[in-house]
């Protein structure tokens, strides 16, 4: 193996600067499996990239995400490694959390003190929500089948390096609507000869609000949102068709079948109050984010033997993450690492000028080491080299 220590931030600086979309991720992938290839782990190159690292003789296996896909935003930053593909950014610190894994990969590598395998899971189309899933399909599970699995989050505008996560639900499920209204369109001069889809579709989104206000209990962290309004009319020409297209953020799976339900009654109802034809599709993109007791346990435990400060009971976040298809098939806990509180390290997630805090890659590698080592622990003293 090549002893040459990882340059950990040239390495999330130069992915940073060739990012790469959703399953396409040539480069992206290739770079990551040279460096693991460099530090002498078995290597499998699929939809995502893989590495295997065994020691000592355990037969317990976990695994560890990260995610490598960047976001179609065009950055805003001025620093020397802005993205050299316009209208492609890491705007959500994906090119550090892939930074901080092979970081973990070079420490276990060279000192290992644990007993076991660990599989390093580098996924592909994270912010879509299909990466996961894809490499699921693959059977990398099956393949590489492990007891528990973990991932870890920047967050904007928490202390640097500080971790934080839940037992339970954790991160929020998206869906995805989309409402088709077909009315009767006319002279803007007669609405009364028609139906203009335009008053029927402001009607669907005010009553569409009530679901939260009125049909969920206080508190659950539910949103619909009407995201786009689109119609046929003209300047003088009263709309005949509209296609209404939203999002739903939910925290318990029964919530986002009530909404679902809530949804259907209501483009239907308000349809038949009108004499016309309306239909709705509903599409879960992401599930929820559902933390294990054990993992988040392991998780605190680990932190502070690096060292960082530990919250255990933070509040759910309203985004989604993939990364709950992996803890639906094994138990997991996803976890979110302090970004820190000025400048572009606390700009939001997704915006054009945030960035990824390079701080954070040694402390990520390390917290990422005392874990493994947490959950393959030695027997009897032992070392391995």
Known sequence: MDRTKLDLVGLRRDLHRHPELGFQLD??????????????????????????????????????????????????????????????????????????????????????????????????????????????????????????????????????????????????????????????????????????????????????????????????????????????????????HATLKGDVRVRDPEDRAAVEVFMRRIVTGVAQAHGIEATMTFRTEFRETINSPEPVAAVLRAAGAAGLTAVGDRDPMSFSEDFGQFADVVPGCFLLLGNGETGAHSQPLHASDYDFNDALLPLGAAFWAELVRDRLPLKGGETHV
């Open 27 to 240: 480069r992206t992938r290739t770079t990551v499996a040279d460096v693991l290839r460099t530090l002498g782990l078995e290597v499998h190159v699929g939809v995502g990239v893989v590495g295997v690292l065994r020691a000592g003789g355990g037969n317990r296996a976990i695994g560890l995400r990260a995610d490598m896909d960047a976001l179609p935003i065009h950055e805003r930053n001025a620093h020397d490694y802005v993205s050299q593909t316009p209208g492609k950014m890491h705007a959500c610190g994906h090119d550090g959390h892939t930074a901080m894994l092979l970081g973990a990969a070079e420490q276990l590598a060279r000192d290992p003190g644990f007993d076991g395998t660990v599989v390093f899971l580098f996924q592909p189309d994270e912010e879509q929500g299909q990466g996961a899933r894809a490499m699921i399909d693959e059977g990398v599970l099956d393949r590489f089948p492990v007891e528990e699995v973990y991932a870890i989050h920047n967050l904007p505008g928490a202390p640097v390096g500080q971790v934080s996560t839940r037992v339970g639900q954790i991160c929020a499920s998206e869906s995805l609507f989309e409402i088709e209204v077909t009315g009767k369109g006319g002279h803007a001069s007669m609405p009364q000869t028609g139906v203009d889809v335009i008053t029927v579709g402001s009607e669907l989104v005010l009553a569409l609000q009530t679901i939260v206000s009125r049909k969920l209990a206080p508190g659950s962290g539910a949103v619909v949102s009407v995201t786009e309004f689109l119609a046929d009319g003209q300047r003088n020409v009263l709309p005949g």
